[in-house]
């Protein structure tokens, strides 16, 4: 079936960097890009940047610039979301999320990855 | 910049009807989306291109969008429908969410 799936949670202390994988199984990867979205904990969805996995190309809310870079390994099915500088503010679960149709509905989502920062 | 705003909570009885609301300036001429989110879990599509259901979502799950509001209407509202609720469109290539809704059923 298709699905995303996501690496496991990560503790990291400020300033430091993190990077999540997403591999996609199920369908062809390159045929639908994949968006970052982060919850923040009691808050709502915040929604990053995506790439298209075909060309690599990529764009990014302006929030996270500079910062944040979204990557993609054709050969793994697998797109990564690396972030530096990490602060407090920067705790929270992060999704994956496969986009049905550019520009269309986020339809498949990852189960989530915890990204906790703290001294 | 445009933005989508919510109400933060709705209330609704079992077997009711519920009305979540989504505005956002001329939000009518883009499509919106709706996503389902239970605590933690992952949000779940219900509704995209304004009005279209994914499949295995529920009839009960409606949605339409006109002017500067898109509505999600859940009919005969069950206790499993209690969740966050967020609408979502795009803006020059860019995704925006709104800020979510609680749907509280009781």
């Known amino acids: 079936q298709v699905q995303l799936v996501q690496s496991g949670a990560e503790v990291k202390k400020p300033g430091a960097s993190v990077k999540v994988s997403c591999k996609a199984s199920g369908y062809t990867f390159s045929d639908h890009y994949i968006h970052w979205v982060r919850q923040a904990p009691g808050q709502g969805l915040e929604w990053m940047g995506w790439?298209?996995?075909?060309?690599?190309?990529?764009r990014y809310a302006e929030k996270f610039l500079p910062g944040v870079t979204v990557t993609r390994d054709t050969s793994l099915d697998t797109v990564y979301m690396e972030m530096t500088r990490l602060k407090s503010g920067d705790t929270a679960v992060y999704f994956c999320?496969?986009?049905?149709?550019?520009?269309?509905?986020?339809?498949?989502w990852g189960q989530g990855t915890v990204v906790t920062v703290s001294p | 910049s445009f933005d989508l705003t919510q109400p933060p909570s709705v209330s609704v009885s079992p077997g009711q009807t519920a009305s979540i609301i989504c505005s956002g300036s001329?939000?009518?001429?883009?499509?919106a989306s709706w996503y389902q989110q239970k605590p933690g879990q992952s949000p779940v599509l219900v509704i995209y291109q304004d009005d279209k259901r994914p499949s295995g979502i529920p009839e009960r799950f409606s949605g339409s969008n006109s002017g500067n509001t898109a509505t999600l209407t859940i009919s005969a509202t069950q206790a499993m429908d209690e969740a966050a609720y967020f609408c979502q469109a795009w803006d020059k290539r860019t995704v925006l969410f709104g800020g979510g809704t609680k749907l509280t059923v009781l």
């Open positions: 790439i298209n996995p075909f060309s690599g190309a990529t």
């Open positions: 999320a496969r986009d049905r149709d550019y520009p269309g509905a986020l339809d498949i």
């Open positions: 001329k939000l009518g001429e883009r499509l």
